[in-house]
């Protein structure tokens, strides 16, 4: 993707927390009839391998999983917070008015190559997983042994595992960090106060830290 360096994140607990946060990745691969591309929620284990490895599982009767066996490369993307960036929120605004509307977002892009399995304690342990992940917030964790053991054998075997190994991890912020202050304070104030919405909140927390982060690095 283009990145500009003002735009760019290495630090993996960034990366890390924005897939655990944002689990559902988008899946993207090439295949006879064309692109390809799955909304599927992950696991991030980053400190398998090299760059860490993902996993997941889908439909047996989605096709997209037959592909990998002709060409295991794909694409995977996770996005973060984002929204709408007014240009009303510049103060200079209001002298030069030479400012334009843009669009801020956190985004990790993802490229690897897909093993699939359809092994059952593979695929037992990777929906165990993803339960105790998604459910620990619960008032009472609904758990995989809850339902009948048989109920459960016949899920799986409607699914096929995917494991997915990283070749390149890549992390875009895009938190106004090209702007002077006073327009970044402005735009943290204008998604506080003007939209007031819980993803404008999230954005103008997420904004702040990665500008706090950015002015250390100066």
Known sequence: ???????????????????????LGLLISLGPDGVQAS???????PDEG?????RAHLARANPHWSLFAQDPSC???????????SPSWYPGKATTHRVVPTWNYAMVQ????VRTTDDPAWLHSQISALTRQQESGMPSPWQVSDAPPEFIEQQKRAIVGLEITI?????????????????????????????A??????????????????????
């Open 1 to 23: 993707m283009y990145n500009p360096s003002f735009f760019r994140i290495a630090d993996p607990r960034l990366i890390a927390d924005l897939i655990r946060s944002y689990p």
């Open 39 to 45: 909304p599927l929620p992950f696991l991030f284990f």
């Open 50 to 54: 090299e760059h860490g490895v993902l």
């Open 75 to 85: 694409l995977l993307v996770f996005q973060g917070e984002q929204g709408y960036i």
């Open 110 to 113: 993802i490229r690897g190559t």
């Open 167 to 195: 070749t390149h991890i890549e992390g875009k912020w895009k938190m106004s960090q090209n702007r002077n202050a006073a327009d970044q304070a402005g735009v943290i104030d204008g998604l506080r106060n003007t939209q």
């Open 197 to 218: 919405t819980e993803g404008s909140q999230a954005l103008a927390d997420t904004m702040s830290r990665i500008l706090k982060k950015t002015d250390l690095a100066q």
